[in-house]
């Protein structure tokens, strides 16, 4: 049986008086990947940081499993350019046992980035160094905002894959809060659209047909990739024999 690793029952949350979460129940369990989606200002942020424990619901439970950790890679960090610090050092600030932030780099791809300022890393090969840093302490729950903030689409689904990846080999929960509404479909098991309450849940393919769905994002938010091609590695249209074709592109619905 799956185990429930956090659940929230009927919370409600406001600030100024004003309704921002309202009656929102959800589970979140262990193996499974879960998306959160919706448009801006729907309430993702206090929702996330309410699961982070950071906010209390005004009404409403929360109930965590005993010994939750939680490992959390936010959308985007400024460092101050002048510091001088290695991705690797950049991880030590969060647990300083050398083996552990090799590990990490290691299981995210950049170990050969151990000794390379952080300021000099693509928006990709930072967003691997928050992975590394969010998974460090072996979580059972990865909360991960906006993940492929600032990554090319090639980079995106190699991002995706390893976060599926990590999720079997930690046997961790995930929650992802994104605004890509096509690729990641296919990188979650659970969906839940969000728009101050939750509209709609369940498997992508479901929630991509519902009508709340469709009435916050469009019938444009309806996508398949009819995939009669290759990509380079700069995200180009190849053909079959690996030649640029050009003036063409992917063929989307």
Do not use: W
Not at 81 to 95: M, N, S, Y
């Amino acid at each position: 049986m799956t185990d429930i690793l956090i659940s929230l029952d009927r919370v409600n949350k406001g600030f100024a008086g004003k309704s921002v979460l309202q009656n929102i129940s959800l589970q979140l369990k262990q193996g499974q990947i879960t998306t959160l989606i919706g448009p801006n200002g729907a309430g993702k942020s206090t929702l996330v940081r309410i699961i982070l424990g950071l906010l209390t619901p005004d009404s409403g439970t929360v109930r965590s499993m005993a010994n939750l950790n939680i490992g959390y890679m936010p959308q985007k960090l400024q460092i101050d350019p002048t510091l001088p610090i290695t991705t690797k050092r950049f991880l030590q600030l969060a647990d300083t046992s050398n083996d552990a932030c090799i590990n990490a780099l290691a299981a995210v791809g950049i170990s050969h980035l151990a000794t390379t300022p952080i300021q000099k890393l693509s928006g990709g090969e930072m967003q691997r160094a928050l992975l590394a840093r969010a998974i460090l302490r072996k979580p059972n729950l990865l909360v991960l905002d906006e993940p492929v903030q600032g990554v090319d689409v090639t980079g995106q689904n190699a991002l995706y894959k390893m976060i599926s990846d990590l999720s079997n080999s930690l046997n961790c929960a995930v929650l992802m809060v994104s605004h890509d509404l096509h690729i990641v479909m296919s990188a979650t098991d659970q969906v839940i659209c969000l728009n101050h309450h939750i509209c709609c849940h369940g498997r992508p393919e479901q929630v991509t047909q519902d009508p709340a769905y469709l009435d916050i994002f469009g019938e444009t938010a309806i996508y398949t990739h009819r995939h009669d091609h290759q990509h380079s590695i700069h995200g180009e249209v190849l053909d079959a024999h690996g030649q640029h074709q050009h003036g063409e592109g992917c063929n989307h619905e």
